[in-house]
């Protein structure tokens, strides 16, 4: 069974500190994406990668950081966490190219994260 | 650029009842369309897919048909169950961008 996870279900941190956001794929998927999820926005794209080493910026990078040194785990970086950054974090990956399926998307239970 | 537009929740409908959650989009040529469903405490999962015109997806009793002249991709359900209560988001994938792109999500509640 595919399966997406992240590192916390819930997490309370205060203004201005770092917080890592881990997710783990055990599908081998080259793509992972992290979106935020909020109330009448849907889900917004932050960051996303193609392969090891590689990311691209999304709809709403700023503030935001990844780093991809693993096929497997994708991580989101709050270099300096504000209250406007309280949200759900989901984590997604996906096939990549052959037969269409790179746009079928995983998603892990997502993190609830509040900023104090 | 390419959106997608759903009709704000949340619906509220009695088991069995029939369902109908609208979905438009706006895009430059015909981007494959997709239903994803959010359970309570979950993660999104796919839960049908239109990569044409006129193609119909379903799965689970939901079906959604890919109309173009309406550019419209509706979700739909004959029978709906309590264990059918969550959020529904209708998307698109957009190929310039490698994106999914997800409208505002919408809420279903169904009571027994």
């Known amino acids: 069974d595919v399966k997406v996870t992240q590192s916390s279900r819930y997490l309370v941190k205060r203004t201005g500190e770092k917080v890592f956001l881990e997710c783990v794929q055990d599908?081998?998927?080259?793509?992972m994406f992290w979106y935020r999820q909020d109330p009448g926005l849907g889900l917004r794209l932050i960051y996303f990668?193609?392969?090891?080493?590689?990311?691209e910026k999304g709809d709403i990078p700023e503030g935001y950081s990844v780093s991809r040194e693993k096929k497997e785990r994708f991580s989101l970086i709050l270099e300096s966490a504000s209250t406007n950054q309280t949200s759900m974090y989901l984590c997604?990956?996906?096939?990549?190219?052959?037969?269409?399926?790179?746009?079928?998307?995983?998603f892990g239970p997502g993190t609830r994260l509040t900023v104090t | 650029g390419n959106s997608v537009t759903q009709m704000e929740g949340p619906v509220t409908l009695s088991e069995e009842a029939f369902l109908t959650i609208n979905c438009t989009y706006t895009?430059?040529?015909?981007?494959?369309l997709f239903w994803y469903v959010q359970y309570p405490g979950e993660g999104l999962q796919l839960l049908l897919k239109?990569?044409?015109?006129?193609d119909k997806g379903s799965n689970k009793g939901f079906e959604a048909t890919y109309r173009k002249e309406t550019t419209s991709f509706h979700l739909e359900k004959g029978s709906v169950q309590v264990s059918d209560s969550a959020v529904y988001f209708c998307?698109?994938?957009?190929?310039?961008?490698?994106?999914?792109?997800f409208g505002s999500g919408t809420r279903l509640l169904v009571r027994p």
């Open positions: 239109a990569t044409k015109a006129d």
């Open positions: 895009a430059t040529g015909y981007p494959s």
């Open positions: 998307a698109l994938w957009e190929d310039s961008s490698y994106k999914l792109i």
């Open positions: 990668s193609y392969d090891v080493k590689m990311k």
């Open positions: 599908m081998d998927h080259e793509n």
């Open positions: 997604a990956s996906s096939p990549h190219g052959a037969g269409g399926h790179h746009y079928e998307q995983y």
